[in-house]
């Protein structure tokens, strides 16, 4: 496997900053379980996104692609992989004969490392950072991807046109452009009405469900300033709300499907373990229904979305922006 040098292409202290939040998994859990932890949540996003509770959006995905051309694809590239969940279940199914997997965090790399060994996962992890991705790089030659996904990790990119022009660059000619992100306020900025629901909601809950790991009662829900977010991750949510929009003209939609995480993402966030007993069933979906009715009543926007693409011809997409 050829070696691919990207360290000329990294931001060092980003990537030391993203090595401290991201780099050991167990702190991300310390205080408690987070909203997708809970499989009757799963359920219900999955639903909403694939029309089917026991449908992946993943499989949701791929599956649009066999329709369209033979699985497995020849390379995929997955974006911002984390502790690499995407890529191994892409490898397990056998949805691709080669999968390069990139993080600008090097800690979680590791991790990432570890868990596919553990599996059994051919995958071919780099350091790599989405806003300079090493185009015309051993492995990263233009045209050499059919796929690339981001799942959780787009949001965290500054650089979106940047992004969008190099995975154009990248995916062969109908290659697939996959998405399942955050599209909320930038560095979660939520308007006021956001954060009185979550309020809301949260104080309907009795103290036993809002308790943390750590014995903390949580209450009083409010939006992080812009300060607070960057100190924890200067990449966090810093575009998320252009994300879609920004789409166009590198790629033709296919699908775009909106999905919860205006409320429940923050209510459960750190107390979501404490509603995995069928005593808590209730109030649980009693927050997934109230939820839902500010959706349908047009009063909250769904913060997240699953989109699949394809990227558009070359005779209509732009160039590389130049840096």
Known sequence: MSHIDTTGDINHDLAGRLDSVWGDPATWVANGLQWM????????????VTGNLSVTPLEWFFTAVRARQPVPLRRVLVLGCGQGYVE???AQNGWAQEIVAIDLSAKVLEVARANAAVAGAPIQYIQADMNRLPIGQSGFEPSSFDAVLGVSSVHHCAELEQLYASVAAL?????????DEYVGPDRFQYPAHQVRF???????????????????????????????????DPSEAVRSSALLSLL????????????????????????????QSVAAEPYLHSLLEAEEELFRAGRLQRDLVCVIARVRTAASAPSIVDR
């Not at 166009?248 to 750190?270: K, N, T």
């Open 198 to 232: 979550m309020n809301q909601l949260l104080d309907l809950l009795p103290d036993k469900l809002r308790t943390t790991l750590d014995g903390r009662v949580k209450a009083n829900i409010w939006r992080p300033s812009v300060d607070e977010v960057i100190a924890v």
């Open 248 to 275: 166009d003209p590198y790629f033709e939609v296919l699908e775009q499907r909106p999905y919860g995480g205006a409320l429940l993402r923050v209510v459960l966030a750190d107390i979501a373990q404490n509603f």
């Open 37 to 48: 932890h809970l499989q009757t949540v799963s359920d219900r996003m999955q639903a909403q």
């Open 171 to 179: 995916l062969a000619p109908g290659g697939w452009f996959y998405l």
């Open 88 to 90: 191994r279940q892409i």
